[in-house]
């Protein structure tokens, strides 16, 4: 194997500038490989795995009822694909955002990644690679999908509902301060 394979992370010239490279070829790679489903869904593969698991484990989680899990490539009428999907039997106002958004979450995976990785792999070149590799397929599958954010923000009563309950959190003392005169609140 050539010296260059094996070398250390901290023996390349520039780390940076590696990132940036194997960014560009693993972008290049996926742009070659979108005329072909099978092509791009091998590659995306364990990213889509991540996305529609994420939607799968939180539809259950909040009793979405998940009756259908695939990674099978479908061609859309624009003429693009649907790499994975995930169907459920109970989308309600509580359960539409967090699981449409779930894929989100990803992106703490991703962290968590970064921190163990190379406590886990030895630092060579090859692994640096699959490193780069894992982390560009898991954040770029982290990214919410257009049928996604369809779902998740077309339900009102759970925009509402999230909406509120976000609002009312960040400003909890101006809420319970407003109401102390009509009511009393315990804390």
């Not at 790499?83 to 991703?110: D, E, R, W």
């Not at 954040?139 to 999230?162: C, H, M, Q, R, W």
């Amino acid at each position: 194997m050539p010296d260059i394979i094996i070398q250390h992370i901290d023996e390349l010239p520039d780390n940076r500038l590696y990132l940036i490279i194997l960014v560009l070829l693993i972008i290049r790679l996926m742009r070659i490989a979108s005329g072909s489903r099978f092509s791009i869904s091998f590659i995306n593969l364990f990213g889509t795995f991540c996305h529609e698991l994420a939607h799968f484990l939180v539809g259950f989680l909040l009793w979405a009822k998940p009756v259908g899990f695939s990674l099978w490539p479908k061609r859309q009428s624009g003429g693009g694909f649907v790499l994975g999907s995930v169907s459920f039997n109970n989308i309600t106002f509580f359960n539409a955002i967090p699981t449409a958004l779930a894929p989100l979450l990803l992106i703490v995976l991703a962290y968590y990644i970064e921190l163990n990785f190379f406590t886990l792999f030895y630092e060579t070149t090859l692994t640096f690679i699959l490193y780069v590799f894992i982390i560009v397929v898991i954040l770029e599958n982290a990214i919410p999908s257009a049928t996604d954010f369809k779902v998740a923000f077309n339900n009102i009563p759970g925009v509402v509902f999230y909406v509120g309950g976000t609002l009312i959190y960040l400003y909890y003392d101006q809420v319970r301060s407003f109401l102390a005169p009509w009511i009393t609140i315990p804390g």
